[in-house]
């Protein structure tokens, strides 16, 4: 096969993918949806027996080339997460978003884990049941910011913590990442005891505080040489050009020598780099641009091609399993971060939609399952109810937010007419 034929699948991946998301977005849900939709309905065209189609759009070479622009987008998403991480932001919101953030990711972690021990299949153990659970502690707020925007509530008590709190909530979740799938790439033990994890635990751990110390003190000192870069020549494209350079080596670097998810390297590396650089904005678009252009919608639409088939080999026990998993997913958010708000004395109307706040998931949740699946520690079967998570969560929160707020301002009016009669 000649090596441009990969570019037909690919340029029906960007139309498809455009569409669907332009789609998705009308009826007030993340565009990534539509970006897993149409990989879907890509994926669906394996089952029309043609042999043509299937070497124009399914050949090893193309599905080669597909994984390879996948991991690039799936690393780019993660350092344009890390460069809008704003830590002054984290800085300036006192302990509530802490503990809301502590409680909405222990209390989903525990129910996926608790959910994967009681459906557990065989030759699993304690790594994959925690794996399970890790997933469950991610969280994108971007469709409730947007709702909050709308109602007028994103700078309130409730808007800021949510923000910040996600925000948090982003950090732990890749250091339970880093910490699984190090003692992952460990080697196989035996289930007994600190053997579950790995053969030698702390070594893991060493790993895992050298990778974070290393690395920070790393980005310390380009974060130095960046700032005097852009004095000398503001928006010049050096900046982005060697930020990207940076976040690929962090990535490459994280899981060849300290065996740290590569995604972990490269939100590392965006915070870093971001936040307290004067040219943040600048390089966040450029990399924003290259990777929602091209790479991101690549990475979307390649999980919905790559996964499809399972849809159809799901069992029952699989099945009870992952409708049980989506209601741990979400009742753990919004169990979690409820208890914490009102831990920090929120009105219990407040701490309830601070719980469906961060109930939503979106790209992250994916990309931990995606880790999780390659790393062998997490069933591919378990793609579809990931993905019903997404769904559910992107629906549920904007209708109960807007109803909680609209019941709220009913009351108020009816206070006001009350009194003014």
Not at 143 to 171: C, M, N, P, Q
Not at 322 to 347: D, M, N, R, S, W
Not at 368 to 384: D, H, I, M, R, Y
């Amino acid at each position: 096969m000649q090596a441009f034929e990969v570019l037909l699948p690919l340029a029906l991946i960007l139309c498809l993918g455009k569409l669907m998301g332009l789609g998705a977005h009308r009826i007030g849900m993340p565009s990534v949806i539509g970006m897993l939709v149409a990989g879907i309905a890509i994926g669906l065209l394996k089952y029309i027996p043609w042999a043509p189609l299937h070497e124009a759009l399914f050949s090893p070479l193309v599905e080669e080339v597909l994984g390879v622009f996948s991991k690039l987008g799936v690393v780019l998403i993660m350092f344009s997460a890390g460069l809008g991480t704003d830590l002054k932001q984290l800085k300036s919101t006192g302990v509530a978003s802490v503990v809301i953030t502590v409680f909405g990711v222990i209390v989903p972690m525990a129910f996926g884990t608790l959910v994967a021990f009681l459906f557990r299949q065989t030759g699993e153990n304690a790594l994959n049941w925690l794996f399970y659970g890790a997933i469950l502690t991610a969280t994108s707020v971007s469709v409730t910011v947007a709702v909050l925007k709308e109602l007028g509530k994103l700078e309130s008590r409730v808007g800021t913590s949510i923000v910040a709190a996600a925000v948090i909530d982003d950090v732990i979740g890749i250091i339970i990442l880093s910490v699984l799938t190090g003692f992952s790439s460990g080697g196989e033990g035996e289930a007994v005891g600190w053997k579950w994890f790995s053969p030698n635990p702390a070594m893991v751990v060493i790993k895992i505080v050298l990778f974070f110390a290393v690395f920070i003190a790393v980005g310390v000192a380009l974060r130095k040489l960046f700032d005097v870069m852009e004095r000398k020549a503001p928006h010049n494209r050096r900046v982005p050009i060697l930020s990207l350079a940076a976040c690929f080596v962090y990535a490459y670097c994280a899981e060849k020598l300290f065996g740290v998810a590569d995604i972990t390297g490269a939100y590392l590396a965006g915070i870093l780099l971001g936040g307290t650089l004067s040219e943040t904005p600048y390089v966040e678009n450029k990399v924003d641009t290259m990777g929602y252009l091209f790479f991101s919608p690549v990475f979307f639409a390649n999980i919905g091609i790559a996964n499809i088939e399972y849809f159809s080999q799901i069992d029952l026990p699989f099945l009870a399993f992952g409708c049980v998993y989506v209601a741990a997913a979400l009742l753990g958010k919004l169990i979690g971060c409820g208890v914490g708000a009102k831990l920090c004395k929120f009105p219990l109307r407040d701490s309830f939609r601070v719980g469906l706040g961060m109930m939503v998931r979106a790209e992250v949740v994916l990309i931990c399952t995606e880790k999780g699946v390659a790393s062998g520690l997490v069933n591919a079967a378990v793609f579809p109810f990931v993905i019903l998570i997404i769904l559910l969560s992107s629906v549920l929160t904007p209708i109960l937010l807007k109803w909680s707020y609209g019941r709220e301002e009913k009351k108020s009016l009816k206070k006001e007419n009350g009194a003014a009669v």
